[in-house]
């Protein structure tokens, strides 16, 4: 039901998780679901949202749940959020932990090294 | 104390008692005869040996006589030990009855225990015969005073019957009661139509009951025509004098007919008794009519001619006041409608029932106009034949009695021209005839004024129609991308005459608009010319360096020289397109309603002062300048959309601000008409006029959605293809989405939180300088919002759009605006 928003693949050691299109409040909570399931056992987690074209607060919601979950379980992660566009203007907007953004996969996954 | 006289002879006692003139008895206590006189024996034919020892006195009494014996003989003997003079009736040997009158003592013994009765018994044969000589006179005296009575019931009567059919039914009813009459009929005279109409009778078996002439030789013409009294004693009278009554007395098993003219005046040497109607009663059995009782019956003639005398009166009186107040009512009700169909129609409705069974009015106005009521309907080849005559020679057609037609034609004329003709089929009317005729021709005449009048109306109305609506069809600017307006017009309720509202729109040059809407007094081609004069004058002395409030002195001294345009009402208003600034002057007129972007609508209260030409009023014209933002909306409008008869005006202003705030997101187009239809409705007593100016390139979007997320996405797309269409940049459009989806969002999960049939409104309007959204639900507000969820949202709009308004009048209204430039 989610695999139009949501994509599962490896990138080098880290689990790639690559979200798309739109995410608001009918579709972040099964979003959510299809991702606490496939990265439970993941060390790490690259959350790509380059394509994602609008995201509101019930996406913001989901972003922040995740990563707090990830890091409380010592899983390394970082969002990929190209330097403009809807998401990271929602991200910008509430303030998101600047900390976790990055701006393309590559610098990402050099990142979690 | 005298000596008793010694008589000639010896006197046996013995003898005496046996034959004395009297009977005796003496009885028992009980009643047993113990001892009985000879005479007694004689009287009765009763033997000694029957009565004495076997029989008691009240044995030889009739039950009835047993009964009074019962209940007062013996009780009184009891009591005061002697009766007198008590009346019996002995029974006798044979049969017959002896009446009596007894007396009796009753004897008691030392002890006083009653021992014997002693009786008298005198016969009262004699007296009895005098005795029912003396009841037959009181049996006639009483019928007498019966008579007496029924007649004075009778003449009672007569004064209250109002009219003529009332007292003739009284007096009919008399002869039964007052003679013993078997039955009576009553006729009447009808002078006009030289006619004896037979009008009611206790028994229509019997008579003729033809109409006569009143030369007719029949009985009831004759009586009528002598004007006294004639009693019919026998067939054999009747077949002597008037032969008429022979069959029916012969049929009907009557042999004395009594005819009683009814008469009036008398006294009058001049014409002497007039006969206003002849009542005839019958006996079965020849019966002879004592002087008294004649005099009686004449006297019942006088009283019963009196009565009919005064009832006719009465009933023309009355019949002319019907008539008068019927034309009167007519005229009147007939005012009430203008319009030609209408009144047509009622006029019809008016004369059926209340003067005729059925009526058809045609007129040969425009395409001709034809109403009927009631039936049935006439011959139709007789009616038309009718109809021509009358059109032809303008004059009213009254039926003849045996007319095949039986109707009336009346022309309708109006100005020396025939209308048409109304026809009536009328209740034939026994009197009056030359009145009913007046009266009629009196009602052609009103109708026909009243139906040209209606004409004419018609004519004016549709000048005056035409007029307004080419006045007001003129060319209103379009096609500016900078404003828009919007008006409506809606004449008064059908069935009034145009009205003096009106509205005009205009550019003074290429960035300059000018809008006025106002109300002539009056109403009719009249106030539409004036209209049409006061539009143009407007339009001539409106100019670039004008303005309102010079412009309304130009008009006053328009005024002076255009007299039915004074006191007119003026709202004027000139927009500069380039810097939205608005200058407005008020003359007389109802303040315009001003809708803002943001905030509630306000009424524009300055530059106020009097109508057009006032010589009382303040004409100190000024004027008021405010600037209006992007988006404002500025209705214009007559009296007749805030003034209605059950609604107080300041109830009038209110609704009318809450109604036009309310549909300030409403699209511009319909919005004047939708104003009007709820301030208004469809019937009303006034016209109604507005304009409305919308300020500012105002392109919009209108969505309404259910309270589901899933619906959420589809107007984003919907509301950004709007947006790219309208070259909003990237950056802002982004930002106005992410707004509106959380204003939405917030709306499903809050305002509608229990209600999953909600509907959210969202308009979106873009202009030059912003965007502006208005997301609108009507669920409930549940204060602060403490979900941090939600609270997110709620930081996403205000961080991403540059004002934000709460509006919780009614449900939620977010209301964001984003600058474009940034």
Not at chain 2, 73 to 98: I, K, S
Not at chain 2, 310 to 329: K, M, N, Q
Request: one cysteine or more; hydrophobic letters at 40%; glycine letters at 8%.
């Amino acid at each position: 039901m989610t695999d139009q928003w949501v994509s599962f693949s490896r990138f080098g050691d880290a689990e790639l998780v690559s979200l798309t299109g739109e995410i608001d409040l009918a579709n972040a909570g099964e979003i959510g679901k299809a991702i606490v399931g496939r990265i439970t056992e993941a060390g790490k987690v690259l959350i790509d949202l380059t394509t994602v074209s609008f995201l509101d607060s019930a996406g913001v919601r989901l972003l922040d749940a995740l990563v707090g979950d990830l890091l409380v379980h010592g899983t390394r992660t970082r969002l990929v959020v190209g330097e403009r566009g809807a998401a990271r203007m929602t991200l910008q907007l509430c303030a998101f932990r600047e900390d976790v953004l990055t701006t393309d996969l590559e610098r990402a996954a050099a990142e979690l090294k | 104390m005298t000596q008793e006289l010694r008589l000639p002879w010896d006197d046996d006692p013995d003898d005496l008692y046996e034959h004395a003139p009297c009977g005796y008895l003496t009885t028992l206590p009980d009643g047993t005869i113990v001892k009985v006189n000879q005479t007694f024996l004689v009287w009765t034919g009763y033997t000694r040996a029957e009565l004495v020892g076997h029989r008691r006195f009240r044995d030889l009494l009739g039950s009835g006589g047993q009964i009074y014996h019962e209940t007062h003989y013996a009780p009184l003997l009891r009591m005061q030990d002697e009766v007198h003079e008590m009346a019996f009736e002995v029974v006798c040997a044979d049969n017959t009855t002896l009446p009596t009158l007894v007396n009796s003592v009753l004897a008691r013994g030392p002890a006083k225990e009653p021992r014997a009765i002693r009786t008298t018994i005198f016969n009262a044969t004699e007296r009895r015969s005098y005795e029912n000589e003396l009841l037959h006179a009181r049996r006639r005296a009483e019928d007498s005073e019966r008579r007496v009575q029924v007649l004075q019931e009778i003449v009672a009567n007569l004064a209250a019957a109002p009219t003529e059919a009332e007292v003739a039914e009284a007096v009919v009813r008399a002869p039964e009661p007052a003679f013993g009459a078997a039955s009576s009929s009553i006729y009447l005279v009808d002078p006009e139509r030289d006619l004896i109409i037979a009008v009611s009778s206790t028994d229509p078996t019997t008579g003729n009951w033809d109409d006569m002439p009143r030369s007719s030789p029949r009985a009831v013409a004759r009586v009528a025509e002598r004007g006294d009294l004639h009693v019919v004693g026998s067939v054999a009278e009747a077949r002597k004098h008037f032969p008429d009554l022979v069959d029916n007395m012969l049929k009907s098993g009557r042999n004395t007919v009594v005819l009683l003219p009814l008469t009036t005046g008398g006294s009058d040497d001049r014409a002497g008794p007039e006969t206003l109607g002849v009542l005839a009663f019958s006996f079965t059995g020849e019966r002879k009519l004592g002087d008294n009782e004649l005099r009686v019956v004449r006297l019942l003639g006088q009283q019963a001619g009196q009565a009919l005398d005064r009832a006719r009166l009465y009933d023309d009186a009355r019949r002319r006041e019907e008539r008068t107040a019927f034309l009167g009512e007519t005229t009147r009700t007939l005012d009430e409608l203008h319009r030609l169909l209408p009144r047509a129609r009622r006029l019809v409705d008016r004369v059926v029932p209340e003067i005729a069974d059925w009526a058809l009015l045609q007129l040969s106005i425009g395409n001709g106009i034809r109403e009927e009521s009631g039936g049935p309907v006439p011959d139709a080849a007789l009616l038309e034949s009718a109809e021509q005559r009358a059109t032809m020679a303008s004059v009213p057609i009254f039926p003849e009695p045996g007319d095949p037609l039986g109707c009336v034609v009346l022309p309708l004329t109006a100005r020396g021209r025939v209308l048409g003709t109304l026809s009536m089929r009328m209740a034939p009317d026994r009197r009056g005839a030359a009145a009913e005729r007046s009266f009629l021709i009196d009602l052609a005449d009103r109708a026909g004024m009243a139906l040209e009048n209606a004409r004419l109306y018609e004519q004016e109305r549709e000048t005056a129609r035409t007029l307004q609506r080419s006045l007001l069809a003129a060319d209103l600017p379009r096609g500016d991308a900078r404003f828009a307006v919007e008006t409506h017009y809606q004449a008064a309720g059908q069935d009034l005459e145009v009205g003096g509202d009106w509205f005009d729109a205009f550019m003074i040059n290429k960035d300059r608009l000018a809008i006025a809407v106002g109300d002539v007094v009056g109403r009719g081609i009249d106030a539409a010319t004036t209209m049409g004069q006061l539009r143009s004058a407007i339009r001539a002395l409106a100019g670039d360096e004008v303005g309102p409030a010079r412009l309304l002195e130009g008009l006053d001294r328009f005024v002076d020289r255009v007299e039915t345009a004074r006191m007119a009402t003026v709202a004027y208003a000139e927009v500069d397109l380039v810097t939205g600034e608005l200058v407005y002057s008020c003359a007389g007129h109802l303040p315009p309603l001003l809708q803002s972007p943001v905030g509630l609508p306000e009424f524009l209260l300055q530059a106020r002062s009097a109508p057009l030409g006032s010589r009382a009023g303040d004409i100190r014209r000024t004027e008021q300048r405010l600037p209006l933002p992007a988006g404002s909306r500025l209705l214009l409008y007559t009296d007749g959309l805030i003034e209605r008869r059950t609604r107080p005006i300041d109830k009038g202003f209110e609704l009318l601000a809450r109604e036009f705030g309310r549909r300030r997101d409403a699209p511009l187009p319909g919005l004047t008409t939708a104003l009007a239809d709820l301030l208004v409705g469809r019937d009303h007593a006034d016209d109604v006029c507005l304009l409305c100016l919308s300020l500012g390139n105002e392109e919009r979007i209108e969505r309404s959605l259910g309270a589901d997320r899933m619906q959420i996405a589809q107007l984003r797309s919907e509301l950004r293809a709007w947006l790219v269409a309208h070259g909003v940049e990237a950056e802002c459009r982004d930002a106005v989405l992410l707004a509106c989806s959380e204003a939405v969002a917030n709306a499903i999960e809050h305002g509608y939180r229990d209600d999953p049939f909600g509907m959210i409104d969202v308009v979106a309007t873009v202009t030059a300088e912003a965007v502006e959204v208005r997301v609108t639900d009507r669920g409930t507000w549940r204060g602060a919002v403490t979900d941090v969820a939600r609270g997110r949202g709620l930081q996403l709009i205000r961080e991403s759009m540059d004002q934000v308004l709460f509006d919780r009048t009614d449900g939620t209204t977010v209301i964001m605006r984003r600058s474009r430039e940034d």
